[in-house]
Each structure stands twice: as structure tokens, then as C-alpha cells.
């Protein structure tokens, strides 16, 4: 499930703040001094209007920013400066690209930004922090047209479209030039936050609440504080180059790619484990480098059942056959979290081997992942869809509600209930009564919301508890 903006993943929480304050006859010059002023400046300093303050960045940052076809190359250089400026993060604008035909929607006559972002995932090189493209073009989803922007939460990339915004860009009139660069350099901004993993902000007037109107964005428009820790949160702490693999391979695992998942969670177990076990002070740097710097673009776009080819031969890293000196960890803190950090890893390599058919091995891994973690709900999860393949359904029930004991989130227990009466055993009723709790709780992934119109348009009746006693309610005198 690709967590566009749009899509939103898992939460971020709220806060109320002040954002603004003019006091009595000071309101005009304050005027004067904080808004007019920067946009009476030449264009190329639009940005000083920020009221963003500096962030700390590691020096492993690098935002690449990619035009798409014919772009202005003041345009892209504005705001690769505003970027700069407002975040502090070191700025490549890479050599123009055409996007692919197969984006463009005709029925919108705009380019489908979802399809962007795929293309732009599937096409960034490994070891890319994060990419941000710039087009000229209109921009929609399925929902929404004249789209200034969209990111991915987790795949590290969005992109701006300065369709809303040429006429201000190429007017006569400086300041109005000056304006338009400025809610551009925001839009950008907005963006890039989003891929730090940054979710629409709920607190009135911040930069980072969904933009619905280029109006809401101002010189005076400010970012909140918590979005403002959250950004220096995550600028200010170094890469961590195995979970960037992980993330990758979520990426393919979510298209279906399962080959090239595999391989991923592969290159980060093998990064993650030789080292913590015999090197408590935390993996070589050199071999992280190795790790990210071998993992291979997917050369097509269909799922691939072959192994990857720089895959590690050997089905198990060295430390999967010492299991108990992982143990010596769980005594400590950080030895704990590697624990935690390698039954996740174990378990996805477990759920990409289950989805290329290759189940005695993903059965290993997954077993491993559970011996690591007993408290890690996927894994007890997919050793249910594992029993349930194998034909033992009782065993498998039994492991489900492990699995659902153990997982703290709701709309995650509905949604697990759901996949393992669709997937694993053939049983509509209670897949039909999971999906209707999963989206009266407001789960929206299109996939499961699709099964559940199915299902109902297969005339399945079900009646919940509750609905059984509202009928009786209305049935007595
Ligand atoms: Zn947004
Ligand atoms: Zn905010």
C-alpha cells in the first residue's frame, strides 16, 4: 500500500499554536517589515520571507530535484535556493528527464500523479536520500485535479507542478513574480516534509496542513512547532542506510515485486545481523555502504518469481545459526531493539519467499522472526496464512488470534481478520463482517474497500450483533 499524502499511513498526532499576532497601530509596519518587504526584493530572494528557522542537517543528505521535460531554468533554480534555504539540506538538480508516456491520464489532460510517484520510485537509483520532481504540467489523482503537489510518506519521493502558478511566474509585475515564487518555494517545502514522513498537520494555518487553495499559502504562513521537531527530528539524525533498504523492499513488496523485495530484505539482514552479534557498537559503515550500493533497479515492471541475482546464496545469514547468543541482548536496550529490528527483517524475507510460492523457506524465516520476537503480530500473522496453505486451519485459526491478541491497533486487527478469510481460508461471511468493521473504522485501502463491494454485491447477508438488536428494536411494539 503506497502511503501517498493522499493515503496517509498509520498517525501523527496534534496540538494547538499560536502562529501570528499584530498589535494595535504596530499592525501596519509589522506588515511592511515581515511581508512586503521580502517580495519587494529581487525574485531570488523570495525565500528570506520565510519565517522557517534554520534546521541542523547531517552532511548524508542530499535532495536530488529532477525536471520533468521543458522547464525554465530559473524556475528549477529558485527553488532548489528556496529549498535550500528554508531547510538548510544540500540541493542537486539532476540533468532533465521525459516522463513516460503511460502517465499521462487523457480524460484530465494532466499527468497522474500517482503514476509519477511510482515511476519515480521505481527509477531512483539505491542509496538516493530523496528525489523531488518539478513539472510544468497539471498534475491529478483520481479524486482531485490541479494537484500543486504529491510525496510518497515512506518512498522518498513528490512532486510540484507550476501549472497553478506560470502566469505569476512569468508576470510583468516583480512583486507579483516574487509572490508566486514564494508559494512555489512553500508548495516545495511542503512536499519534501512529507517524504521526512511528516502527515498533514491538524494545527490551524501551518505550512504542513493539506493545501487546498494556493491563497492559504502566504508569506505569513508558518510552520508549527511539532512539525518543526518533527522536521529537525528526523534532518538532524544520520542515515540509517539498512532500513532505507527495508524501505525499498516495502516499496517492491507493495507492487507486487517479490523478487525484488526479497533481495532487499536480504542485503539488510545481511548488513544488520554478522555485525550487531559480534560488534555490539553497531554495523561498519563500509559494510552499509555495500549493502545499499548493490541494490539492484528493477529491470521491468511486472512482478519477477526469480531470485535476485546479488541475493545472498547462503538461506541463512551466520547469525540465524547461533540463535541463542541473540539472546545476550534482550538485556539491554539497544540490544533489544536489534532483536526487534531483525525478527522484522526475518519476517518480511518469510512474506516474500510466501509470496513467490516458495513456503517451506518462508516457514523458516518466519519462525525465526516469531523466535526473536514472540510479541511481533505479522509474523504470528503470516505463520497463520502459512498453516492455513498447508492445510491445518484449525492451527491456523488458533494462530490468527495470536496474531490479533497481540496487535494493538484496531483498524489493523479488522484488517488482519479481513486478508486471512479472503486470502487464506475461503470464508465470505467473516471476511464480508472484518471488511465492513475495517471501513467503518475507517480503513480506505482500495484493495479490501473493492473485496468488500464485492462481496455485498454477492448478495452475502450478514448481520452483526448489533444490527440484529436495532432490528428487533424496531420490530417491537
Ligand atoms: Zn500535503
Ligand atoms: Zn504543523
Given amino acids: 500500500m503506497p502511503d501517498y499524502e493522499a493515503r496517509g499511513s498509520g498517525a501523527l498526532a496534534t496540538s494547538p499554536w499560536v502562529l501570528w499576532c499584530f498589535r494595535g497601530t504596530m499592525a501596519l509596519s509589522c506588515f511592511l517589515m515581515t511581508i512586503a518587504a521580502p517580495w519587494l526584493r529581487a525574485p531570488s530572494t523570495a525565500h528570506l520571507a520565510s519565517s522557517i528557522p534554520p534546521f541542523d542537517v547531517t552532511p548524508d543528505k542530499t535532495l536530488l530535484l529532477l525536471p520533468l521535460g521543458q522547464l525554465q531554468e530559473r524556475d528549477v533554480d529558485f527553488i532548489a535556493r ?54 510544468r504540467d497539471a498534475l491529478s489523482t483520481y479524486d482531485t485535479d490541479h494537484l500543486y503537489g504529491l510525496a510518497n510518506l515512506r518512498e522518498g ?68 512547532e511539532r512539525c518543526i521537531h518533527a522536521i529537525q527530528d528526523t534532518l538532524s539524525t544520520p542515515r540509517t542506510p539498512w532500513l532505507e533498504v527495508i524501505a525499498r523492499g516495502d516499496g517492491f513488496y507493495r507492487r507486487g515485486l517479490y523478487g525484488q523485495a526479497l533481495g532487499a530484505y536480504r542485503r539488510a539482514s545481511a548488513a544488520m545481523a554478522p555485525t550487531e552479534a559480534d560488534r ?77 510460492d516458495r513456503v517451506a523457506e518462508a516457514e523458516r524465516h518466519v519462525r525465526r522472526a516469531i523466535a526473536l520476537d514472540p510479541a511481533l503480530s ?84 450478514v448481520f452483526e450483533p448489533s444490527e440484529v438488536e436495532i432490528i428487533e428494536g424496531h420490530l417491537r411494539p
Fill in 280 to 356: 555490539p557498537a553497531g554495523p561498519s559503515h563500509a559494510a552499509l555502504s555495500d549493502a545499499i550500493s548493490s541494490d539492484a533497479l528493477p529491470s521491468h515492471a511486472a512482478p519477477s518469481d526469480a531470485p535476485p541475482s546479488d541475493a545472498s546464496p547462503s538461506d541463512a545469514p551466520p547469525s540465524d545459526r547461533r540463535p541463542d547468543s541473540d539472546r545476550r541482548f534482550d538485556s539491554d536496550a539497544s540490544g533489544r531493539r536489534s532483536v526487534v529490528d531483525r525478527a522484522e527483517v526475518e519476517n518480511r524475507i518469510g512474506a516474500a519467499l510466501f509470496s513467490l
Fill in 157 to 224: 519521493v513528490a512532486v510540484v507542478s507550476l501549472h497553478g502558478f506560470l502566469d505569476g511566474l512569468r508576470d510583468a509585475d516583480p512583486m507579483r513574480r516574487a509572490a508566486a515564487q514564494d508559494q512555489i518555494g512553500r508548495i516545495a517545502f511542503h512536499e519534501l516534509v512529507h517524504t521526512l514522513g511528516v502527515e498533514h498537520c491538524p494545527a490551524k494555518g501551518c505550512l504542513m496542513s493539506g493545501i487546498t487553495d494556493k491563497s492559504q499559502i502566504h508569506p505569513g504562513t508558518r510552520t508549527c
Fill in 378 to 461: 505479522a509474523a504470528h500473522f503470516n505463520m497463520a496464512l502459512i498453516l492455513a496453505y498447508a492445510g491445518e486451519e484449525a492451527e491456523a485459526l488458533h494462530t490468527l488470534d495470536r496474531s490479533l491478541d497481540l496487535e494493538p491497533d484496531r483498524l489493523t486487527r479488522h484488517e488482519l481478520t479481513a486478508r486471512f478469510h479472503l486470502a487464506a481460508i475461503d470464508d465470505p461471511g467473516n471476511a464480508l463482517l472484518a471488511l465492513r468493521r475495517y471501513r467503518d473504522a475507517g480503513g480506505d485501502d482500495p484493495d479490501l474497500l473493492g473485496a468488500l463491494i464485492a462481496l455485498q454485491s454477492a448478495n452475502f447477508i
Fill in 82 to 135: 528556496a529549498i535550500e534555504a528554508r531547510t538548510g539540506v544540500h540541493v542537486e538538480i539532476l540533468p532533465p528527464r521525459a516522463l513516460p508516456a503511460g502517465v499521462f491520464d487523457f480524460p484530465s489532460s494532466s499527468y497522474d500523479a500517482n503514476a509519477v510517484l511510482d515511476w519515480l520510485f521505481l527509477t531512483r537509483q539505491p542509496g538516493e536520500w530523496r528525489t523531488l520532481a518539478l513539472t
